[in-house]
């Protein structure tokens, strides 16, 4: 692990540099390579006529804006998640996130004829939003207080709830749906950066959140008692960093679908790496997840050329090695007390 | 409010103290003749249509029934099956959620699944042309407990700490979720269309060896829960207060994972991927007698039983023709009745 400010400051400054570098490898590589060179001459002075600049800024550079993006985004708030419920097993999905959004988008394709995913983009979103409330209105108790079990507990319940409706539907109704399975594997292909754009207020708020409220989340791990006795508000604290996963997990399953490993893993990659100072930590799980999915999205291009690779499968693949090295050195005393 | 309770109803208090299992066997007694008029329907039940005198008639005297074959061979077979994996399925989770001490493991949470998944999905798309589909079980047993062993072994240093075996056998479930995806991406629509099923866990089709074959672990590794259920309450306090209750804290950890092990790895061998029952029978369980594994462990597998019972039999007669795997309405069933339960135990 990093212990010092310093190579902390190191660390950050050497995981930014390689983020950079795996965003600008995913945007040369793919069937046809584009140097570089030619990526500077599109942002410059776009040219309609050239392929390769019609290539670049209608596929690779939406791509690569959503693997990033997307990879930040889920690791921090499993990160979020793992804290607030004390629970190294949490995920965004927990929240009941991903199956509300599987769940809104199924109920919509049965009902109207979309057929793309960026059609899917406000189901899922609405979808992630309504479980979560709903999970959280479920976890509370009879004094309005919400405990990390019971919000684990609810959100287990909910989650196989609305699967189960949806492989119900799915299961009725099979026509139709190959799109739908499609966005289930999850994938930040054929992504169009207008689909991005209404959402990045979304993102941006999440952000400030935690900018925010890093340090008081480091409170939160030291347990409710503790951050009562330091004359801090845990309601309010929980509310808004909860309010900063559905955000944040809520936009990216809209986005992508079901990306998996991303908001579980890189959560302990990054807590191995910075320790559990949040104001490191949370930064060092941005970039690492956004590495991770760049790096797994160009992957999977190559893998097996003509088959599209889930990119979950490759975030998985590549990240398993890593992860059981840092668990295996790091999970003792990092996590004492936590599992 | 323990304290509330005990003012107001001191006659019940009384009578818990001479009966100390009081409610847990009232629970068990009702769960049970839940499984029993359960069992009894389910055998009524079935695309082909039958009377309940004329397959009581089958089972007294399948010989000279129409429906002796139907009956005996087809749907007892299928029941049984779904009673012992649901059981089996149940106590594992409740094992292993004790054992880590954390409320969202399941069997996948040290890799028994997904290993199992996995060797089951690779002979799907390798051997299934040239052996006999009998092998699968075994190749899905296999698969469980060589994951079990690898998590166990890489998180081994000194000892196993429970959260280094949550984060290894996470990780390592990923892993294998990833090969087993990637490998019904590249294999052809049959044997994909098999692992999915597979995958969604069915017990189509099941016969009387596979009844048999769920027996041994667990006679085994039921009596062993109640021999090790005090060490099992010490080890859920913590390492340090198991030690100085005088539990020997290794090998009671040993010895309670492989059974989970044992139960687990048959269970998904025959129906594939139920785990959602493991996750939740459990807590169902706690639900509904309060914590104390002695408790838990009955309750937890009679309510596995029904619920995997339930699914299978939604699975074989809602939707006829068609006969849909018992996966799917596992969770439709287990999770609303958690929802309530969660619900009602609001404190």
């Keep these: 692990m990093l212990t010092t400010r310093r190579a902390k400051s190191v660390g950050l400054i050497l995981g930014l540099g390689l983020t950079l570098l795996a965003f600008v490898t995913s945007i040369a590589l793919g069937t046809t390579p584009i140097s570089p060179a030619t990526l500077s001459s599109a942002l410059l002075h776009y040219d309609p006529s050239q392929v390769n600049h019609i290539i670049l800024l209608t596929e690779r550079l939406p791509r690569a804006v959503v693997a990033a993006l997307v990879g930040a985004s889920l690791a921090i708030a499993g990160a979020l998640m793992q804290t607030m419920t004390r629970n190294p097993l949490a995920s965004p999905g927990i929240l009941g996130i991903n199956a509300g959004a599987m769940f809104f988008v199924v109920v919509t394709v049965s009902l109207l004829p979309l057929s793309s995913p960026a059609e899917y983009v406000w189901p899922a979103l609405l979808g992630a939003f309504v479980a979560a409330v709903l999970v959280i209105l479920l976890s509370r108790g009879r004094h309005g207080e919400v405990s990390p079990l019971r919000v684990v507990l609810a959100g287990v319940a909910v989650t196989a709830l609305f699967v189960s409706f949806s492989q119900g539907l799915l299961i009725v109704d099979q026509q139709g749906f190959e799109s739908v399975l499609f966005w289930l594997a999850g994938s930040v292909a054929g992504r169009d950066l207008a689909l991005v754009t209404p959402l990045l207020p979304l993102f941006l708020v999440a952000i400030v959140i935690c900018a925010v409220l890093a340090r008081h989340a480091n409170a939160l791990l030291l347990g409710e008692d503790m951050v009562k006795g330091l004359g801090i508000n845990v309601t309010t604290i929980k509310a808004l960093l909860g309010l900063a996963v559905i955000l944040l997990a809520g936009s990216s399953v809209a986005i992508a679908g079901m990306i998996g490993f991303v908001g579980l893993i890189v959560p302990h990659m990054a807590r191995g790496l910075f320790g559990l100072d949040h104001r490191w930590m949370l930064p060092g799980c941005a970039l690492l997840g956004a590495c991770l999915l760049l790096t797994a999205d160009v992957a999977a291009r190559f893998l097996m050329p003509p088959q599209d690779v889930p990119v979950g499968v490759m975030t998985a693949l590549i990240g398993t090695p890593f992860f059981i090295y ?14 | 409010m323990t304290a509330e309770m005990t003012l107001r109803r001191p006659a019940k208090r009384r009578l818990a103290r001479i009966l100390p299992l009081t409610r847990t066997w009232g629970v068990a007694l009702l769960l049970s003749l839940m499984l029993a008029a359960s069992v009894a329907v389910s055998l009524t039940l079935g695309s082909f249509p039958t009377t309940p005198a004329a397959v009581a008639r089958a089972l007294a005297y399948p010989a000279s029934s129409d429906i002796g074959f139907i009956v005996w061979e087809l749907r007892l077979p299928r029941i049984g099956l779904a009673v012992l994996v649901g059981a089996a399925l149940a106590v594992a989770g409740a094992i292993l959620q004790g054992i880590v001490r954390n409320p969202l493991a399941s069997p996948d949470v040290i890799g028994i699944t997904s290993g199992a998944a996995m060797a089951a999905v690779v002979f799907l798309a390798l051997f299934s042309a040239s052996m006999n589909a009998l092998w699968l079980p075994l190749a899905a047993m296999a698969g469980a407990l060589l994951a079990a062993l690898l998590v166990f072994s890489l998180a081994w240093k000194k000892g196993v700490t429970p959260a280094r075996l949550v984060l290894v056998g996470i990780g390592l479930s990923a892993a294998m979720g990833a090969v087993t995806t990637l490998l019904i991406v590249i294999s052809d629509d049959a044997a994909a269309m098999h692992a999915y099923v597979w995958l969604t866990g069915s017990i189509y089709g099941a016969q009387w060896h596979d009844v048999l074959g769920m027996l041994p672990s667990l006679a085994l590794c039921l009596p062993l829960c109640f021999i090790l259920a005090r060490h099992m309450d010490a080890l859920a306090l913590g390492d340090s207060i198991a030690q100085g209750l005088g539990v020997n804290i290794a090998r009671s950890r040993l010895v309670l994972v492989a059974s989970s092990v044992a139960l687990a790895g048959s ?33 937890a597998a009679l309510v596995g039983s029904l619920i995997v019972l339930y699914a299978d039999l939604l699975g074989r007669v809602a939707f006829l023709p068609k006969d849909l795997p018992a996966g799917i309405f596992v969770s439709g069933i287990g999770a609303p009745f958690f929802v309530y339960l969660l619900h009602k135990s609001r404190s």
Excluded: D, N
Aim: without cysteine.
């Design chain 2, 267 to 299: 269970a998904v061998a025959f129906a594939g991927g139920l785990s959602f029952v493991g996750l939740i029978a459990p807590h169902i369980a706690t639900r509904l007698v309060g914590r104390g594994f002695a408790r838990q462990v009955p309750i």
């Design chain 1, 326 to 339: 840092i668990a295996r050195r790091e999970a003792g005393h990092h996590t004492k007390g936590r599992a």
